[in-house]
């Protein structure tokens, strides 16, 4: 089992930026690929950002690409978010997600482990 931990949200002015930091705990000696979902009120839970195991491969949202960077630092077991030029439509909660399989996080929402989510609100 491995269990995940996001903090770093909060409110922000439109163009502002915010860091998201998920924190990983329990076998995380095995290799997970690491991704970012937000889900709006009454939208469907949305793909953010996903990065490989090694941090060597990264995808993101096209809503998101040049905007928001994702890291990960397996030494410490985190991954982060970072936000640049935040719009009010980026206002979501925002979760952290887990899975051995890249694809599995990039492409769907079954990934096998998730946060409790960390609100981000932008305000115009």
């Known amino acids: 089992q491995v269990q995940l931990a996001e903090s770093g949200g909060g409110l922000v002015q439109a163009g502002g930026s915010l860091r998201l930091s998920c924190a990983a705990s329990g076998r995380t000696y095995n290799p997970y690929a690491m991704g970012w979902f937000r889900q709006a009120p009454e939208k469907e839970r949305e793909f953010v950002a996903a990065?490989?195991?090694?941090?060597?491969?990264?995808y993101y949202a096209d809503s998101v690409k040049g905007r928001f960077t994702i890291s990960r630092d397996n030494a410490k077991n985190t991954m982060h978010l970072q936000m640049n030029s935040l719009k009010p439509e980026d206002t979501a909660v925002y979760y952290c997600?887990?899975?051995?399989?890249?694809?599995?996080?990039?492409?769907?929402?079954?990934?096998?482990?998730w946060g409790q989510g960390t609100q981000v609100t932008v305000s115009s």
């Open positions: 997600a887990a899975d051995p399989d890249l694809r599995v996080v990039r492409t769907t929402t079954r990934s096998n482990y």
């Open positions: 990065i490989s195991y090694s941090g060597s491969i990264t």
